[in-house]
T-cell receptor
Framework: GAVVSQHPSRVICKSGTSVKIECRSLDFQATTMFWYRQFPKQSLMLMATSNEGSKATYEQGVEKDKFLINHASLTLSTLTVTSAHPEDSSFYIC??????????????FGSGTQLSVL | AQKVTQAQTEISVVEKEDVTLDCVYETRDTTYYLFWYKQPPSGELVFLIRRNSFDEQNEISGRYSWNFQKSTSSFNFTITASQVVDSAVYFCALSTYSGAGSYQLTFGKGTKLSVIP
């Protein structure tokens, strides 16, 4: 079964509204989760690193107030796109690092969320 | 700075042909991990392989094989007897330590593989 669950898989919203995307590690604890953004036919660009219990680390050029990240538990990180605009339309993917046992340094990815802002 | 180059943007092969996807990486770190992921049209990333920098053994998994050569900073991926289901975008990625217990994953731009029946 899926190791990292990302929800929703697809969301369409009106401009100006906020959208929350959830990323859950299902069978391991993830102290670190990552959020990526992928434009059509492009590579994955790291947006931010989410650390449980502390503030997220954002990559250069990513607006902290626009993309709110919360990592309140060892199995859940959320990305909230605030006041979404059409240019925020993209495919967002999360990943979680499993540092336990044989899966040390192994990354698992969610199935992605396609955000379309009208 | 870390960098991953996948020079092949798109490749088309006829079913049953072998195909090799190239990946060249740059890093000053001596300890790092290399990955290959498959992204089918549905969008999700599928983990294929992870290799650490100290393990240069080539690996074979079914029709997939990987050739890791530190001397040329390459981590190439070969699909033998390709099938239509192999059609996807393949990403090579490099994970390096970025400090404070964190690792950063850098992706190449991906190679779109189309297998024609």
């Amino acid at each position: 079964g899926a190791v990292v669950s990302q929800h929703p898989s697809r969301v369409i919203c009106k401009s100006g509204t906020s959208v929350k995307i959830e990323c859950r590690s299902l069978d391991f604890q993830a102290t670190t989760m990552f959020w990526y953004r992928q434009f059509p036919k492009q590579s994955l660009m790291l947006m931010a690193t989410s650390n449980e219990g502390s503030k997220a680390t954002y990559e250069q050029g990513v607006e902290k107030d626009k993309f709110l990240i919360n990592h309140a538990s060892l199995t859940l990180s959320t990305l909230t796109v605030t006041s979404a605009h059409p240019e925020d339309s993209s495919f967002y993917i999360c990943s979680a690092r499993d540092n336990t046992g044989a899966r040390h340094e192994k990354l698992f990815f969610g199935s992605g969320t396609q955000l379309s802002v009208l | 700075a870390q960098k991953v180059t996948q020079a092949q943007t798109e490749i088309s092969v006829v079913e049953k042909e072998d195909v090799t996807l190239d990946c060249v990486y740059e890093t000053r770190d001596t300890t790092y991990y290399l990955f290959w992921y498959k992204q089918p049209p549905s969008g999700e990333l599928v983990f294929l392989i992870r290799r650490n920098s100290f393990d240069e053994q080539n690996e074979i998994s079914g029709r997939y094989s990987w050739n890791f050569q530190k001397s040329t900073s390459s981590f190439n991926f070969t699909i033998t007897a390709s099938q239509v289901v192999d059609s996807a975008v393949y990403f090579c990625a490099l994970s390096t330590y970025s400090g404070a217990g964190s690792y950063q994953l850098t992706f190449g731009k991906g190679t779109k593989l189309s297998v024609i029946p």
